[in-house]
């Protein structure tokens, strides 16, 4: 059936208000009467007409997005038709012709013809987007809004998209606030007074109120709102009938990263002002008489020290503050419990440029005691504000920063019957989260990473009245304390007196959990599949998704990855897609494969640090460690141009403080070197110490020296190295640079002092890692004395480390790399004679490349080729695996697009061409090697090596 144009136009507005609203949900349980044309048989569809040349919608959510939430509405009518979102002839479905020659909605089953239950929830369907046009038709036609001053809903919406399109490109933040007003004798509420020119307005009806505050931040628009409020009750102080102002806010970035999950935001921010008959500003309001206040004077002696206890780390008391001395973690916790609502009021400086941290609501005996509520500034490197869940970040303010020996005022509320807590700063509020699945705590302190916080309660309010555990909470405590089949009874007792409930879906959710942990994994599945179409789905969708991760025989790591990818693209803004953070800390590990080769391991590991990397915005630490390990991963597969490109796209995201964040911007420079991308390099004056290589990533040793020697001055480097050095020790990576610099200035006698100096004592411990990277930029270098006496010096650290240990490796690897890259072949042989294959927990494979070279040149018997097939397969990925193979005659012996530019990691080229030399192939060998000279690099980074092959395989 085709429409008209009024019901094509109907259609598109209707869309364009759920897409920029995220409400299909709760627009389509609104009972509607009239409603348009009900499509019959076995297919229906309607058209519409587009704006744009592209025939695009408007707005952020992408097509199938809004296909889904159709889908999902049409669900809740007791409906399984699909929903399908089609825009533009060229993706328009076989068969159905012109209909779609600008977009539409297509509607279908998947079998079968459709059932009068399918045709009633059309009805709702359809009448709901009447009802929507009718709300869009009386403004849709004027840019200006009812009042003077005031824009239309559509050009209201055409702006803040446009907005947002400026905010993604230079970073600003801006806000969006939703008012209503309820009552009060026909009062005006005085909002432009309040507002800036640059602000925009639109009143879609009467008492309701958009406001686009553009360069505005979370705790510039909390200023804005509380004016408002302030401005009304004074107006409304002799009115009959007081008014009731509900505000909703909502900032870019900080709590949504399109419009449409902004206006989701802001909608549920005014639904619950509006539930509690408070504005979205007001703190937790109280009457007075509710709490129980409790003020520190701050004066010495006033506060006793045995109140508190210290949970990590180390805290004196001086002066009436509260100071963290350990190196680490610093906890302490005030011993007084505080169970049920609480405000928690303290001030605090830090010595430093650094965090302040205060947390509430948490439990002794969990792992960590700050896992309650936790309100942060100058957070992760002093890179902007947090609020953490149980360790979790779910709201973030990034560029915030903590000014030494500043004095702040923070405050932590919590409400527990709404699950609501509130952050401030310097009474401005910085947070505002409801918790939709509370949990049981009771502890308030102080947190600090390092020495130097100052700290000081200065109020602590509680609820006078004793807060009793419901049914629910008492049945979580058993569950916590592992109790599981009494917690168990207690869930099914609850979810059998409240079945269609919230609380009744939670109890049978949590009645899923007892049963895992019971190891009763059947049965849980069964309870969480009946979950399915309900608020608690992604959560238990993640819950079997954190099983397939365990360490047990049936485990399924690769179904775990896809469940938490359908997570993340069906529920986008669910809590449960948090759960990915403590799977991204579990596959850090070395000691498990996530898969039965390396390859497939990291293509496991790399799809969940996407998924986390891109999981929440603003990105904070969590996403910034994920974004870097999901690069490691790339360049570990040979994805050596895809890391760049992405990693450079999310660092454009990030505010410029985090860009400096040690395990994100050295990863980063490592791929510009890899790829010959300079212009990316930090340039000079350079930090001596600013070098911090995670984890010890085996792939990016020397970033230092290599950034000093393509970008700035070795020797001007060397003698700031040195300077620093008389006053205190450098760090490894430092001392590392200083070496390859002294080498590639060929000032060899110089190096030999520094190595003896400074770098000995790596040889001297059982750091098999740093030995290795010492031990390979001297045989890269050529040079024999040197090398040899850090081998010796590693030799007899072997008698006390055992040969077991991974020095024993560490020392066979290398010399075979000395004598291979000095085509002293049987030398080699013998040094990796009957080696076994690397197990996941030591980083070098280059042993596994040479035996793969000597056994296909026919200088190794031990182990046999086909094992080294087999292990090679198994446990090589990205530009090794190829290496190897080619040795192994798999593949073309020559570099591909899997390889990085040929000035980076250049060793994987000199074996390449040593190989192809000695079966004759000097042409070959050649022209690898000419592309990897460099003089920058003097007498390091395997230059001798080139020069003497390109030397032996001149042309005749």
Not at 315 to 327: F, H, T
Not at 685 to 709: K, N, Q, R, T
């Amino acid at each position: 059936m085709s429409l008209s144009e009024s019901q094509r136009e109907a259609l598109r507005a209707a869309l364009w208000a759920c897409r920029a609203e995220a409400e299909l949900n709760a627009v389509l349980r609104r009972a509607v009467r009239e409603a348009l044309p009900v499509f019959a048989a076995c297919r229906g569809y309607v058209t519409f007409s587009s704006a744009d040349a592209s025939g695009t919608f408007p707005g952020q959510a992408s097509d199938g997005a809004l296909a889904q939430r159709a889908s999902q509405a049409l669900g809740a009518c007791g409906s399984s038709v699909d929903a399908k979102i089609f825009t533009g002839s060229e993706r328009v479905p076989h068969g159905l012709g012109s209909a779609f020659e600008h977009g539409g909605l297509y509607l279908e089953r998947e079998s079968g013809p459709w059932s009068a239950d399918d045709a009633e929830a059309l009805k709702v369907f359809a009448g709901e987007l009447g009802a929507l046009l009718r709300a869009h038709s009386r403004y849709a036609e004027a840019a200006a809004g009812p009042s003077e001053g005031t824009l239309s809903h559509p050009a209201f919406l055409r702006s803040a998209l446009h907005l947002l399109e400026n905010s993604n490109r230079y970073g600003q933040p801006f806000s969006l606030l939703l008012i209503g007003i309820e009552s009060g004798d026909g009062l005006l509420l005085p909002l432009r007074e309040h507002l800036r020119s640059t602000d925009l307005v639109a009143q879609p009806e009467v008492g309701t109120w958009e406001v686009l505050l553009p360069s505005t931040d979370a705790a510039s628009v909390a200023v804005v709102v509380r004016k408002l409020v302030e401005s009304m009750e004074q107006r409304a102080q002799n009115a009959a009938q007081k008014p009731i102002l509900c505000i909703g806010t909502a900032t870019f970035p900080d709590n949504a990263a399109d419009l449409a999950s902004l206006f989701h935001h802001a909608f549920a921010d005014m639904r619950e002002a509006r539930a509690r008959g408070t504005t979205a500003s007001d703190d937790l309001a109280f009457p007075a008489s509710a709490w129980e206040v409790l003020r520190f004077a701050g004066a010495p002696g006033s506060m006793r020290a045995d109140d508190w206890k210290t949970h990590a780390g180390e805290w004196e008391l001086e002066g009436g503050n509260w100071v963290s001395k350990g190196a680490e973690d610093n906890v302490l916790v005030w011993k007084a419990p505080v169970a049920g609502s609480f405000r928690f009021i303290c001030e605090g400086w830090n010595e430093h440029a650094g965090e302040l941290c205060i947390f509430g609501h948490a439990l002794e005996d969990r792992r960590q005691p700050h896992w309650g509520y936790a309100f942060h500034i100058g957070a992760e490197g002093n890179t902007g504000a947090k609020l953490t869940r149980q360790a979790t970040t779910m709201l973030s303010i990034p560029g915030f920063q903590v000014e030494a020996r500043k004095t702040y005022r923070l405050e932590l509320d919590y409400h527990h019957a709404e699950g609501r807590v509130a952050c401030f700063a310097d009474g401005k509020r910085l947070f505002s989260y409801r918790d939709a699945f509370r949990f049981p705590g009771e502890e308030l302190g102080f947190y600090a990473w390092g020495a130097g916080a100052h700290l000081r309660p200065v109020e602590v309010r509680m609820s006078k009245t004793p807060v009793p555990l419901s049914a629910m909470e008492t049945a979580d405590r058993l569950l916590g304390k592992g109790a599981y089949q009494e917690a168990l009874e207690r869930f099914e007792e609850i979810s059998a007196q409240s079945p269609a409930a919230l609380e009744g879906s939670l109890a049978r959710f949590r009645q899923g959990q007892c049963l895992s942990r019971m190891d009763r994994r059947d049965a849980a599945l069964e309870i969480f599949g009946a979950l399915n179409g309900t608020p608690l789905e992604p959560y238990a969708k993640a819950e079997a998704a954190t099983w397939a991760f365990e360490d047990r025989p049936d485990a399924s790591p690769l179904k775990g990855t896809q469940l938490f990818e359908e997570i993340l693209a069906r529920f986008p803004v669910s809590e449960a897609r948090m759960q990915i953070y403590p799977i991204n800390m579990l596959i850090r590990t070395r000691a498990r494969m996530f898969g039965p080769t390396r390859r497939e391991d990291l293509e496991i590991r790399q799809r969940l640090y996407a998924l986390a990397a891109h999981a929440q915005r603003p990105a904070t630490q969590q996403q910034i460690r994920a974004q870097s390990e999901w690069g490691r991963c790339c360049v570990q597969l040979g994805r050596w141009t895809q890391a760049f490109d992405e990693t450079l796209a999310f660092r454009n995201s990030l505010s410029s403080v985090q860009k400096t964040v040690a395990s994100s911007h050295n990863n980063f420079h490592v791929l510009a070197l890899a790829l010959n991308r300079d212009e990316h390099l930090p340039a000079p004056p350079f930090d001596v110490e600013s070098w911090e290589m995670a984890g010890y990533p085996d792939w990016c040793s020397g970033l230092a020296g290599h950034c000093v020697i393509r970008r700035g001055d070795p020797a001007a480097f060397v003698e700031l190295a040195r300077a620093q050095k008389a006053n205190a020790p450098l760090s490894f990576n430092a001392s590392q640079a200083v070496l390859l610099l002294l080498l590639a200035l060929r000032r060899d006698a110089e190096a030999a002092a520094w190595l003896d100096e400074t770098l000995l004592p790596v040889a001297q411990s059982e750091d098999y890692i740093k030995a290795y990277w010492i031990g390979g930029l001297l045989a890269d270098a050529r040079k024999d004395d040197l090398f040899h006496c850090w081998i010796a010096q590693m030799a007899r650290t072997l008698l006390n480390a055992g040969l077991r240990s991974p020095v024993s490796r560490s020392l066979s690897v290398l010399k075979a790399r000395w004598a291979i890259e000095s085509c002293q072949w049987d030398t080699a042989a013998r040094a990796l004679q009957g080696l076994a294959a690397p197990d996941l927990l030591y980083h070098f494979s280059d042993g596994l490349l040479f035996q793969a070279l000597l056994s296909s040149l026919g200088f190794l018997k031990d182990p046999p080729r086909t094992a080294l097939a087999i292990s090679v397969d198994r446990r090589l990925a990205g530009t090794e695996w190829e290496l190897a193979r080619a040795f192994l005659g798999q593949q073309e012996p020559k570099p591909t697009a899997s390889w990085p530019h040929s000035l980076w990691r250049p060793e994987w080229r000199l074996w390449l061409a040593l190989w192809l030399e000695h079966r004759g192939q000097k042409s070959e060998a050649r022209e690898i090697a000419s592309t990897c000279l460099d003089s920058r690099y003097g007498s390091s980074y395997l230059q001798p090596s080139f020069v003497a092959l390109l030397s032996r395989c001149k042309t005749e």
